[in-house]
């Protein structure tokens, strides 16, 4: 039997198959470095999207809370304009004579001096309150005074405290209902 030299065979195979898997091999890279700049711009691109979604509703946030801010001012001042209000809130507004009443009120109390409580017992009538000075409590008995629908003011208290620098002198008033009369009635009866 001739020896047959398989070495060059070999050899040819070998650098073939290594040409072969060098070549899979950089296609294999080649891959994964594509995949992983894809997979990064990707991220990069989300990232981005994310931040400016995120800076968007802090923008939102913001402004949705200085909605918040006024809407909490308006509600606190909604609160204050109904406590004032609830100062004729124990008069009975289905009475004529009680809407007659508030209407004067209006009418005779003057700048400067508010309410806190306004309480009617038969025709006697007691207010609290505060002013900025005497010389609105003084112009509130004046007021009375001439009125129509209320008489005779008598002040049962004035005093000053340091609590309020707005309206420092707290006062107590008491006045009478006058009797009212329609218009119709002052109308008919005889001079």
């Not at 020896?3 to 091999?25: D, G, V």
């Not at 509703?57 to 609830?86: D, F, M, P, V």
């Not at 008033?173 to 329609?182: D, G």
């Amino acid at each position: 039997m001739p020896a047959i030299n398989l070495t060059p065979w070999r050899e040819l195979q070998r650098q073939r198959l290594n040409k072969r898997f060098i070549r899979s091999f950089i296609i294999s890279i080649s891959i994964v470095v594509i995949c992983l700049l894809m997979n990064y711009g990707l991220n990069r691109r989300a990232l981005r999207s994310q931040k400016k979604t995120n800076t968007h509703l802090a923008h939102q946030l913001t402004s949705i809370n200085q909605r918040l801010n006024k809407l909490r001012e308006i509600k606190k001042q909604y609160q204050q304009a109904e406590k004032q209000l609830g100062v004729f809130g124990s008069l009975n507004v289905e009475n004529k004579q009680s809407l007659q009443l508030i209407n004067e009120m209006v009418d005779i109390v003057p700048l400067g001096l508010y309410l806190q409580s306004l309480q009617r017992k038969d025709k006697s009538i007691i207010l609290q309150g505060k002013a900025r000075s005497q010389q609105p409590v003084l112009q509130l008995v004046q007021n009375i005074t001439a009125a129509r629908v209320v008489s005779k003011p008598e002040v049962l208290e004035v005093k000053t405290h340091s609590e309020d620098k707005a309206y420092p002198y707290y006062f107590v008033l008491r006045m009478q209902q006058a009797p009212i009369v329609n218009r119709k009635e002052a109308k008919n009866a005889p001079a």
